[in-house]
């Protein structure tokens, strides 16, 4: 180790380079459970692009593993450390670098937070839609390793759906340019694409050009109470069929509405099985709701209550962003799925969910961006009781066997990481897994990037 971190200073200030056990052990892992996390032997904070290529030739001199990270919020297991490793923090390379009104894209560093690129943008009257729950604590870095989703996906798409372009510091301390600039681009093979969801084993993103839209209409949200799941799974699918394009369609069960209640006090209906919330930031807002109203009155909803300004619709989207720290006080441990489904089997998915939830005596609550059939089944548990610790285990391989039975995928946006690797090799198969570790090899021939996730 000695050898690493003295290698390490010659191109890094003392201060970027961490040693200290107990310094470093902070870095070791994210928030995801079931996940084993090693010791590093140093944890590096760079500044700039060339501190990290020193990283990189370093790791590549001594055949040394390195964990690229971001703010640690990952829910798989993607960002945790391996023995021995040099953990690659990027959250000091947090400036944004050029915002564009014109072409309408900004460049970023990796290290800068998701709702601090949202607030810059709006002051050019521009919006970047990407919003995973944990916006204000993510990096953008951590969302293109991940390929992150949000409340707002349905609407308005994906994080892959907004990089134009990445700088990529390769394995071996070369620096990558991909993608463009321009609105329009087709040349060569998408390799910006590829990048992300790689989850920091093809390479470091240093940079990131992204698309921005301009910024749209405040929005009214709608919320309708349903008697089941498959109430509410059919107005989902109404919704969707009948032509309709809500910013936010989001879908929250009994047992995580009792949650957020107990967390917030904010007085939700806890006799409701489904809450169902559905935005529109469209020219005429209130009318979009009072349509879709009808259509959730139709479909079985037994109150339908549309917010009457901003401030209401704020209430109901901070209820939603609050569910997963409430499930988390449940039982002071969760352990958070991302089984994506096609819309017109989420029905299946939620009910499935709560006879495994019955089956294995335990607490778990649902929230599911419900536009994209993206659900988040959340397993409460104490990670002191070793029979309920096992019990929350399997109840996850359940939920995991059963979105892929219903034809939906293991992930929709918190990615593989350790988590899930042996059920992405059941949704890959043996052919698509050999052809992508042969991608991996070509970006990594001495497997330096990343070890033991993904694939």
């Known amino acids: 180790m000695s050898t690493l971190a003295t290698k390490l200073r010659e191109g890094l200030p003392d201060e970027a380079v961490l040693t200290d056990p107990d310094i470093t052990a902070s870095y070791a892992h994210d928030m995801a459970s079931f996940c084993p996390a090693g010791t590093p032997a140093v944890v590096v904070l760079p500044r700039d692009v060339e501190q990290v290529r020193h990283v990189m030739r370093t790791a590549t ?13 990952g829910l798989s297991g ?38 601090d690129l949202a607030k810059a943008v709006a002051a050019h009257g521009l919006a970047y839609p990407p919003d995973p729950s944990s916006w204000e604590q993510c990096t953008i870095g951590g969302n293109i390793g991940t390929g992150s989703g949000g409340l707002c996906c349905v609407k308005y798409g994906v994080t892959a759906e907004y990089v134009l372009g990445l700088d990529v510091v390769l394995a071996d301390g070369r620096l990558l340019r991909t993608g463009r600039r321009t609105a329009k681009g087709v040349a060569g093979y998408d390799l910006t694409r590829l990048f992300v969801g790689s989850e920091g084993t093809l390479g470091v993103v240093v940079g990131a050009v992204l698309a921005l839209k301009p910024a749209p209409p405040p929005r009214l949200v709608l919320a309708a109470e349903f008697g089941s799941a498959t109430a509410a799974g ?52 209130a009318a979009d709701l009072a349509a879709v109203g009808e259509l959730c009155r139709d479909t079985g909803a037994t109150e339908v209550v549309p917010a009457a300004d901003d401030a209401e619709s704020e209430m109901l989207l901070a209820a939603r962003r609050s569910s997963l720290s409430a499930l988390e006080a449940v039982k002071g441990t969760t352990m958070i799925d991302d089984v994506c489904v096609p819309r ?78 042996e059920w992405l090799a059941r949704e890959l198969g043996p052919d698509s897994l050999e052809l992508q570790r042969g991608i991996r090899r070509v970006f990594d021939p001495l497997g330096i990037l990343n070890p033991g996730k993904v694939l």
Not at 61 to 73: C, F, I, M, T
Not at 253 to 274: F, H, K, Q
């Open 78 to 115: 993607a960002a945790n450390a391996t023995d021995g490793c040099v953990v690659l923090s990027l959250l000091r390379m947090d400036n944004i670098v050029e915002i564009d009104p014109v072409n309408r894209f900004a460049v970023v560093e990796p290290g800068v937070i998701n709702a």
């Open 234 to 285: 059919e107005a989902v699918a109404r919704i969707m069929a009948e032509g309709h394009t809500p910013s936010l369609l989001e879908l929250m069960d009994t047992t995580t509405i009792a949650a957020v209640n107990r967390l917030t006090r904010m007085g939700l209906p806890e006799s409701t099985r489904a809450l169902l919330l559905a935005a529109f930031d469209t020219a005429d807002p």
């Open 61 to 73: 001199e001594l055949r040394v593993p390195v964990v690229p990270q971001g703010a640690r919020s």
């Open 344 to 421: 017109s089997r989420l029905a299946e998915l939620l009910d499935g969910v709560e006879a495994i939830a019955d089956r294995h005596r335990l607490t778990i609550g649902v929230v599911a961006h419900a536009g994209d059939g993206n659900t988040h089944p959340t397993v409460c548990f104490d990670s002191s009781d070793p029979d309920e610790s096992g019990r929350a285990r399997a109840s996850f391989d359940e939920i995991m066997a059963l979105g892929l039975e219903l034809g939906g995928t293991i992930t929709g946006e918190h990615g593989v990481g350790v988590l899930k690797r």
